[in-house]
């Protein structure tokens, strides 16, 4: 074949397949994905984290410019939908999203080009393909909700209040029933995603963690140290959003102020997934409850998308807020698991660098005082101001430089002087000397 001829044929590939506004099944999101994968191997990666309970595989696709593997730098941001299986517009949202961006970014445009770029992002469109297969189409009731095994998957994760993080083992997942639930965990350790949604139906609003509490909070919020980002992340998508920041739409639920809520004050649950990836996985979710009825029917699915387009979009940006980098030990090399803290904002699990000795903190812009610790170095603090960074699709680039101790006196992790505000370093929770057990416990 001719250099001509090969090229008109990949001219006549699509670069995404069309996607017509109908409900796929699972086989058919399979074959979509799969075949966005196959004529988009630039961008797109497709894998899968695991099978349902029934067997089904839970496949994500990774867009992106190194799409098969993390770049230092580029944040991991994840859209997760159809955890409930009877809650379904989220699976048709994510495969329009993911033609759109392919399409736009083939097309040359500019905000598919400044997205994929700037940021790897996964989506992940059933959660619960065994669900979906017995949901029926009822706007309320909560046939297909749960996993083949009756479990609800958004109530099946360690919990942060009732297995407090350095109480709970989380290598040990045998208790979890449901292999979609391991998946996700397993998932969370593979990649550190930074920022995540996942989809819902059955009202309109944007809720955001805890859903959990660690006391009797009747009718109050329950909220993270990092309140101020969860809001303006819920807010990004109501606001954007053509009726969600109008809040009270749905005859049933809300009203909500501005389409937002803290999970707790709308309803208390325990073994959520926001919680999960915020505690344990340094990731901020957020729920979205995209539709008033968990099965819409397919009419509305156009009218739908575009109601929520803009969200989507708006939401993956702020992937680039607060500021991001690496920690370099006395030698130069960045190092995994050195803790990097906020003042003011006392995580239950402090963040620390991934394997790549990266850390991502997502903060609204302004002054902050970071504090970093890691063994044998001294504790550096230092304070910088963080501009907005989804205006130039990156989040400020600052690399933490530490400085060895001076005299080896005694041993240095005994020496080291915590700061005091602070959550203990996870290493202290592990025996010490034993570099796998630490690993064990905070990966
Ligand atoms: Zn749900």
Not at 164 to 185: C, Y
Request: hydrophobic fraction near 35%.
């Amino acid at each position: 074949m001719s250099d001509r001829q090969l090229f008109l044929v990949f001219m006549l590939v699509p670069a995404a397949m069309t996607l017509d506004f109908r409900y796929h099944s699972n086989r058919e999101i399979e074959h979509y994905l799969l075949q966005v994968n196959a004529s988009n191997p630039d961008i797109a990666h497709l894998y899968s984290i695991g099978r349902s309970v029934a067997g089904q595989q839970l496949w994500v696709l990774a867009l992106g410019l190194s799409p098969h593997r993390h770049t230092i730098g580029i944040p991991e941001f994840k859209y997760v939908a159809n955890m409930h299986g009877n809650e379904v517009l989220g699976r048709e949202l994510l495969l329009q999203l993911v033609s759109d961006l392919v399409r736009g970014y083939h097309g040359n445009e500019s905000w598919a080009m400044q997205i994929l770029n700037s940021t790897r992002v996964h989506f992940l469109p059933t959660m619960n393909p065994d669900g979906f297969d017995r949901a029926d189409s009822d706007c309320h009731l909560s046939q297909g909700r749960f996993n083949h095994n009756g479990v609800d998957l958004n109530r099946n994760f360690p919990d942060a209040f009732a297995d407090p993080p350095g109480q709970h083992d989380t290598d040990d997942d045998s208790g979890r029933e449901a292999e979609q639930v391991r998946a996700v965990i397993g998932w969370l350790k593979t990649e550190t995603f930074v920022l995540s949604a996942n989809l819902h139906g059955g009202a309109l609003v944007a809720s955001y963690a805890y859903d959990n509490s660690g006391g009797e909070l009747a009718g109050q919020a329950s909220l993270t140290p990092d309140d101020d980002v969860f809001v303006h992340l819920a807010k990004v998508y109501s606001g954007n959003h053509a009726s969600m920041h109008k809040g009270g739409r749905c005859a049933d639920q809300g009203p909500f102020k501005d389409g937002i809520t803290n999970g707790y004050q709308w309803y208390p649950l325990s073994g959520g997934m926001q919680d999960y990836n915020y505690v344990w996985a340094q990731c901020l979710e957020v729920t979205l409850e995209v539709s008033c009825c968990k099965f819409p029917p397919a009419r509305e699915l156009v009218p739908l998308w575009a109601d929520n387009r803009r969200s989507l979009l708006a939401f993956i940006r702020q992937v680039h807020l607060g500021v991001k980098g690496r920690v370099l030990d006395g030698s130069g090399v960045a190092v995994r698991n050195a803790v990097v803290e906020v003042t003011g904002r006392r995580n239950m699990q402090p963040f620390t660098t991934n394997k790549h000795g990266e850390y991502y903190r997502l903060l609204l812009p302004g002054n902050y005082t970071f504090t970093v610790t890691y063994p044998g170095h001294e504790v550096l603090t230092e304070t910088f101001f963080i501009p907005f960074g989804p205006k130039r699709n990156s989040a400020l680039t600052h690399d933490f430089v530490l400085r060895r101790f001076a005299t080896a006196t005694g041993d240095p992790m005994l020496s080291t002087t915590w700061p005091s505000s602070s959550s203990p370093p996870p290493w202290t929770l592990a025996p010490l000397g034993t570099a796998l057990a630490l690993q064990r416990l905070i990966s």
